[in-house]
């Protein structure tokens, strides 16, 4: 069992920066995959970025690549997201979530999700 909590979401202008982490209980965070995902309003949830147990192998979604970077400290129980360069259409509810591998991330499939954490970009 994963439990995960998100903070470090807020309101932004666009241009600025924000890290989002995500604190993670249980046994099993350093062997699992961890991604982050968003939804924006009136959207779907959409895969933003993944990254494998070690951190030496991650995926972005090609809106954010470039921009976002996703790390994780294993001793920590935490997984990070940095967004630079952000723009009003990054606004979304971002989660994250353990899996077991990059590529079912990638593909929507979690085992445990947050509960989100709000990031508004204003133009």
């Known amino acids: 069992q994963v439990q995960l909590v998100e903070s470090g979401g807020g309101l932004v202008q666009a241009g600025e920066s924000l890290r989002l982490s995500c604190a993670a209980s249980g046994r099993t965070f350093s062997s699992s995959a961890m991604g982050w995902f968003r939804q924006a309003p009136g959207k779907e949830r959409e895969f933003v970025a993944a990254i494998n147990w070690s951190g030496g192998s991650t995926n972005y979604a090609d809106s954010v690549k470039g921009r976002f970077t996703i790390s994780r400290d294993n001793a920590k129980n935490t997984v990070y997201l940095q967004m630079n360069s952000l723009k009003p259409e990054d606004t979304a509810v971002y989660y994250c979530?353990?899996?077991?591998?990059?590529?079912?991330?990638?593909?929507?499939?979690?085992?445990?999700w947050g509960q989100g954490t709000q990031v508004t970009v204003s133009s």
């Open positions: 979530a353990a899996g077991p591998s990059n590529s079912l991330l990638v593909a929507g499939i979690g085992d445990y």
